[in-house]
């Protein structure tokens, strides 16, 4: 039998297979190799987890216990120190006082041009200057110069008794027969309603919080109303004069309906059996209608549960003539029942006091006389005019 040839093909083939097999031989000994020489594996050891809330822990036996001694407890709150306000005769001495300095000028000058040695037509006008120039008013003066023009020629009066006769006819024209007496007695089963208003910028907020130490100074139980609801802060800062001397505010939401606010702290005054409820209003421009008719809602919406005993108007003193046409317009839309006068230390104007008494025929009652918390004081025709002339 013959045995075939291998072809050149068939030879090629076996030696292309050998070679793939001994390739393979050779990378399996090679990663056993590999495999033998690396470091055998450990197991990596894990540490107890600390316990976390709601867990089982074991106290350390070692752990010293505190006794309840050595426990720090918490500081209790420590309330507001209320103040003790000062009363109202000390407040007329410093208003006294300060009036003398600030509006001194005003009868120093009156003076001055009474004790000349000829009161001819030119010192008479200068007297008439003088006066209108302190705001007292065109009317008002008017009718001054013509008391005292009459009495130094009748009466013969000479210069040393000027000071008396000036000072008579001032009190007379300041008023001292006006009632300027609070309406803050409680009323049977209400509290007496204060309602304060001005313009912007006039000091109401400021006001009221000093009316409140006036009479808590006279042992009155106070209720603040924080219906100006339009200024930022404004609650703020009447919640903190209440603090001070012990009088609960009641305030809304910023920018809230000031007439709820009102009923709203009435309703509190009444509950607590109150003595005065004072309601703070939003500054309005005697110009803006709808601001000025909203008042008139405020006043409305309180009586519904409570009489309003006063209106206060405020004004600032600096303004002159421009504050009694505030004070007219205001007047026309809620009946005001007096009028308080702020800032008066600061201008030698004094005769404001005079010109808007005569204007709305309302009793000036109050007097602001600088910047500190009772620098608030009853108004007195007879310790104004003293102060004028010292």
Known sequence: MSIPLLTDQVLLAIIIAGVVVLGAVAGLVAARRR????????????????????????QPRDTPTRTLEDTELPAEPVAPTVEKPESAQGRLVRLRARLARSQGSLGKGLLALLSRD?????????????LITADVGVGPTQELVDKLRTRMRVEGVGAA???????????????????????????????????????????????VGRLARVLVAEDKHVVLGAADTFRAAAADQLQTWGERVGARTVRGPEGGDP?????????????????????????????????????????????KSAEVDEVLLVIDATTGQNGLTQARVFAEVINVTGLVLTKLDGTAKGGIVIAVQR????????????????????????????????
């Open 359 to 390: 204007e709305l025929g309302v009793p000036v009652k109050l007097v602001g006389l600088g910047e500190g918390a009772d620098d608030l004081a009853p108004f007195d025709p007879e310790q104004f005019v003293d102060a004028l002339l010292d």
């Open 259 to 303: 007439a709820s606010i009102a009923f709203d702290a009435v309703k509190q005054g009444i509950a607590e059996e109150a003595d005065v409820v004072l309601v703070d209003t939003a500054g309005r421009l005697h110009t803006k209608t709808g601001l000025m008719d909203e008042l008139g809602k405020v006043k409305r919406v309180i009586e």
């Open 161 to 207: 008794q000027a000071r008396d006769v000036l000072r008579e006819e001032l009190i007379t024209l300041v008023d001292p027969s006006m009632d300027r007496s609070l309406a803050v007695t409680r009323k049977e089963a209400q509290p007496a309603v204060v309602l304060v208003v001005g313009v912007n910028g006039t000091g109401k907020t400021t006001t």
């Open 35 to 58: 495999r033998s020489e690396l470091p055998a594996a450990t197991t990596p050891t894990i540490e107890p987890a600390e316990p976390t809330v709601g867990e089982d822990a074991e």
């Open 118 to 130: 000829k009161l001819d037509e030119e010192t008479w006008e200068d007297i008439e200057t003088t």
